[in-house]
Every structure is written in C-alpha cells, then in structure tokens.
C-alpha cells in the first residue's frame, strides 16, 4: 500500500558523510567493520535470502546487503550513510510517513509489519512487505531498526504455499500422502485416513503392506517409478484390498504422483512422493456395469440377427448360447427333458422324477470353438438328487452354485455334479416356454472367472427366453 507524504528533499545531517563516499564492504559501513567478526558479519548478511536494511539512531542507513540490491537496483555503496528513503528510494510525498513508520518500531516491542511501496533505480516502483524490529545498545537505549523486507508478490506466493500444504494436510476433498524414500507414510490427510481405515498418526511410519492387503506391489511399483523416473504424465487407476476394522474392502483409487525434491540442495535429492488419490470405485463399477450391459445387448443383438438365418431351430438355439458365452462363461450345457414336458414345477410330482437328457455341449479339456449337438441315444445324465440342475427345474428358475474355496479348487466337485472337471462356479436356468420347461442350460465358469451374480443370472435369463422358443419349435417340428 502507498500513501500521499509530505516532501522532503534533503534529509542527509550536516555532520552525515555523501551517499557513497568511504569505503564500504558488503554493505557495512566502514566503521563498524573493526573486529574479527566483521567479516563474518557481512557474509551472513549477504547469504541471508531476504532483502535487509538497518537504521541508526538517527535513521541512518548502516547495512544493505545483495538481496536488497536485487530487489531495488541501488547497490551496498550508493544506500550506506544516506538518512532514510528520501529522494532515492522513496517518492518524495511518502518519504515522511514511511520514515516515521520505520522508525516508529523502535520504541515498542516486538515486530511491526508493513508493506511501501518503494522505488528501483531504473525508475520502477515495487511493492514491499517489511517486518522491522528496534534494537537497543548496551545501555539498554534505543540503538536504530533493522527491516528485513522482500517483494510482496513473492511474500504472498510463500503464504499461498503454506496455506495450500494447510488445506490438503486437512479436509480436502482427495487423499493426500507423503511417502518417505522407504516407501513409508509420513503424512497423510484425513481423507486419506479414513480411506486406509485408520487414524491420521496411526499409519504414520507403518509399511504399505500392512495397510493394503492386495495390490501393494502395483502400488509399491508406482511409487519406485516415481523416485527414479520422475511423476507419470496421467492419473492411474489402483485396485486395492484395504484392511479396515469392518473388514477387507476392494477399492478403486485414481491415483496422481509427484517426486519431492529438496530445494535447498544443488542438486535435486529426492525426499519422497507425493500421493494423491481419490476413491473412484463406485464410479468404477458403475462404468463397468454399463460396458457390460451394452456389451451384453450387442450380443443378444447378434445372436438373433444369426438365428433367423438357421433352417435348424436347434442349430439356432446352439447359436444363441454360442454368443451368450462370449465374457460370460467358459463352457455350457443344455439338458433335455425326456419325454413330454410338463406344467408348472415337478415338485408337484414327486412320484414321476425328472430326467433329463444331454443335448447339446460347449468343448471341454480346455478346447474351443461352437457348442455340438450330443447323440446320447435318448439315456437321461446321471444326476444326483439335489443337483443344481434338478433344483432350477424344480424351482422353474435360476440355481447358482459355487465349489468349496481351495486352492487349487477340487475337480470332484465339478466331476461328481457331470460337469468338465474345471469348473468351479455353475448358474442354471431352466427353459420354459408356453408354460412348459423343457429342459434346463447350465454356464461353468473356471477358477479365473468370479462367482455368477444375480445380474448374471438376469441375463441368462434372457437368453434361455430366446433358446426356449427354438426348442420348442424343435420338438413341435420333429413331433
């Protein structure tokens, strides 16, 4: 801030040598450099990284060092012995009120901060924040000031600094960590807190595998690529399993890097990584679902577009599981009804069990390619009571079934139930058309793939509608 002050064009004593007359070492005037801290005196002044003046008594100019030559143009020779501003440093209508306020400080305690707006020696002007302090003799009087001083721009580039680490380090809306060079949290945000299921200083110094319990190598690896590459040019995307109070929770963070280096260095030495991440799992997965609900529509699409195109109705109800399997299962069955099918549910007949007959199958052992018709010659599969198959046509709906956790899973759980012997998650839905069930299809998944879910079994659903109809007419047909 600048204000209007009353002109003074001479402010120099008459006992107060020229501006820049004697000699003058690093912005010390020569009489005070007697004494073999003198030296000493004028390095530390002329490292210091802020500008810095000091007035005697008498508000006479006794040190300048370099950082108030850069910032001001006028060099340690040509500000020495000059009395305040005036006339130099200052416009002449403020050089009053600054003086005054400079050297009001040396009458009260403590600091006083100020901002003038003083003149370069090109003609310039700057805006300056100074904090300046009196200081007192060794009779205890007052001796002068001392202002140390830089340009405000800078000052409030250092305090938006310190008020962005303030306001990350406290309720922003990402996760914010400081990872040392051992890959250890030293700080963390409370977003970040609550999204490791921990405290803010309970986490500090703890290794990362013990707060993540799957997918701490990718996130480990990231933060190695970071201290010796530098920081990736996009976020990346981090599946991690998170050990929390209320259990292991999967989660997905979209994560952002940044290598720290020491700025006081002549070199850049890495200090550690900055870690931001926002937890995108919900979004995720919803992307995820939609993908795979249109993935799923474009082969219902496809299937029928095909279908219409066999004379067969059987070769038509093998084209729709064909493109049903596509990133759904890895094998597939179809079971028959033997003989006449019949209404509602079969566990209104217990007398009359059911007994079904394989018709058509997806390769197994490991082959690929377009599920076959069986020739079985009419002999019902051997299926045990309470197979899932038996229970979806009894229920005339979809069974889900899963093999005991193992690892490796056991084959006889797949084998005993007639299934390829790498199965180890199995949905059946039953066929049902004009109130009938025909029969019922069963999807297999391996070891690789998750348990089916309720969407899952909504889809198959849908296509077993579809399959149904051209059984139906198959058997219409052939009777």
């Keep these: 801030m600048s204000a209007s002050r009353s002109e003074t064009t001479d402010a120099r004593g008459p006992d107060e040598p020229e501006p820049g007359t004697g000699a003058r070492v690093s912005g010390v005037a020569e009489g005070e450099r ?21 007035f005697d008594a008498h508000g006479v100019i006794t040190h300048w060092n370099r950082e108030a030559e850069r910032i001001l143009g006028w060099s340690a020779e040509e500000a020495v012995g000059r009395r305040g501003f005036a006339g130099w440093a200052v416009r002449t209508a403020d050089a009053d009120e600054v003086q005054a306020r400079l050297m009001a400080v040396m009458e009260t305690p403590g600091r006083q901060v100020d901002e003038f707006a003083l003149l370069r020696k090109d003609g310039g002007r700057v805006l300056i924040r100074t904090q300046s302090a009196g200081m007192r003799g060794p009779d205890g009087k007052p001796a002068g000031v001392y202002s140390a001083f830089s340009e405000v721009h800078e000052q ?83 599946w991690v399993t998170v050990r929390t109070p209320e259990g292991d929770r999967r989660r997905c963070w979209r994560s952002g ?62 084209v729709y599981l064909d493109f049903a399997l596509a990133g759904f299962a890895d094998h597939a069955l179809i079971d028959l009804v033997a003989g006449e099918p019949r209404a509602g549910s079969f566990s209104s ?59 490796p899973p056991s084959p006889t759980w797949a084998t005993s139930r007639q299934w390829p ?19 019922v299809v069963t999807f297999l998944r391996g070891a690789s793939r998750s348990a089916f879910e309720r969407p899952d079994a909504v889809y198959a659903e849908d296509v077993t509608i579809r399959m149904a109809a051209s059984l139906d007419l198959s058997r219409a047909l052939s009777d």
Aim: glycine share 10%; charged share 20%; with cysteine.
């Design 34 to 54: 007697d004494g073999a801290g003198s030296d000493l005196l004028a390095a530390l002044l002329d490292g210091m990284d802020a500008a810095l003046c000091a």
């Design 156 to 238: 409030i580039d250092l305090e938006r600094s310190i008020a962005l680490s303030e306001a990350l380090f406290d309720d922003a809306s990402w996760g914010v960590v400081l990872v040392d060079v051992d890959l250890r949290p030293t700080v963390v945000n409370s977003y970040a807190a609550r999204a490791l299921g921990s405290g803010r200083t309970a986490v500090l110094g703890r290794p990362l595998g013990e707060l993540v319990v799957q997918g701490v190598e990718e996130l480990e690896a990231a933060l190695h690529h970071v201290l010796a590459e530098g920081a990736p040019k996009s976020p990346a995307e981090l």
């Design 257 to 318: 890097f940044l290598r720290l280096a020491s700025p006081l260095a002549e070199e850049p030495v890495p200090l550690g990584v900055g870690w931001m991440f926002q937890d995108a799992t919900e979004a995720k997965l919803a992307s995820q679902e939609a993908d795979r609900l249109r993935f799923r529509s474009s082969q219902l699409h496809r299937a029928g577009r095909a279908a219409v195109e066999c004379e067969d109705p059987m070769e038509a109800a093998t």
């Design 349 to 407: 007949a217990p007398e009359a069990p059911v007994r079904l007959v394989r018709a058509v199958a997806t390769p197994s052992g490991g082959g690929s390619g377009p599920s076959t018709q069986m020739t079985s010659g009419g002999i019902p599969v051997r299926y045990a009571g309470g197979h899932p198959a038996l229970q979806a046509m009894d229920r005339t709906g979809s069974v889900r079934a899963s093999a005991p956790s193992g690892s």
């Design 421 to 439: 012997p790498d199965s180890v998650h199995a949905l059946c839905t039953v066929l049902r058309s004009r109130g009938r069930s025909l029969g």
